[in-house]
T-cell receptor
Framework: SQQGEEDPQALSIQEGENATMNCSYK?????LQWYRQNSGRGLVHLIL???NEREKHSGRLRVTLDTSKKSSSLLITASRAADTASYFC?????????WGAGTKLIIKP | DAEITQSPRHKITETGRQVTLACHQT?????MFWYRQDLGHGLRLIHY???????NKGEVSDGYSVSRSNTEDLPLTLESAASSQTSVYFC??????????FGEGSRLTVL
């Protein structure tokens, strides 16, 4: 069953703009993770944020977590063509990792 | 460098045949997972293992089996392939940090 629901399902922006994707979930979590998947490739881990954290940064990535709203957002600043990919959130509760259906991001030159 | 490899990357088979997808990791992770990815469904967990001789069913385990005889390998077997099992299959492993490391996927077509 899918707990994480990404929004929007698809996003197309100009290179250099910022991209924001959202993830909502339904139950308590231990942590929330974001992954990137380039076309035809495996998923790559981007960032993990624990339930007691509110914000985390990694390079051009900024993740926020609002446990009261059961939601998270992934911000990619100064987007590049190489950021074109699908982005998935996954929520962990104990040993279970539950995935959303992903946001497809297209960066236009 | 540590890695996780899947083979074959592409496989075409016929309905009713047995198929085995291999997964080998050199991370020395205890936890290994098999997912399938289909349009509109995201990633769905088939089977997982938390260590040698340990295997567990995921949400879509019917028609699939796994075995864990060592730390490095978790082969996925389709006992009698069905057209509904046409999909892209991903193996992943994780250690104490909880982040998953994925293989490049195996695209299976059942005719």
């Amino acid at each position: 069953s899918q707990q994480g629901e990404e929004d929007p399902q698809a996003l197309s922006i100009q290179e250099g703009e910022n991209a924001t994707m959202n993830c909502s979930y339904k139950t308590s979590i231990n942590n929330l993770q974001w992954y990137r998947q380039n076309s035809g490739r495996g998923l790559v881990h981007l960032i993990l944020i624990r339930s007691n954290e509110r914000e985390k940064h990694s390079g051009r990535l900024r993740v926020t977590l609002d446990t009261s709203k059961k939601s998270s957002s992934l911000l990619i600043t100064a987007s590049r063509a190489a950021d074109t990919a699908s982005y998935f959130c996954a929520t962990r509760l104990y040993y279970q990792l539950i995935w959303g259906a992903g946001t497809k991001l297209i960066i236009k030159p | 460098d540590a890695e996780i490899t899947q083979s074959p990357r592409h496989k075409i088979t016929e309905t009713g045949r047995q198929v085995t997808l291999a997964c080998h990791q050199t991370w020395n992770h205890n936890n290994m997972f098999w997912y399938r990815q289909d349009l509109g469904h995201g990633l769905r967990l088939i089977h997982y293992s938390y260590g040698v001789q340990d295997t567990n069913k995921g949400e879509v385990s019917d028609g699939y089996s796994v075995s864990r005889s060592n730390t490095e390998d978790l082969p996925l077997t389709l006992e009698s392939a069905a057209s509904s099992q046409t999909s892209v299959y991903f193996c992943a492993s994780s250690g104490e940090t909880g982040e998953l490391f994925f293989g490049e996927g195996s695209r299976l077509t059942v005719l």
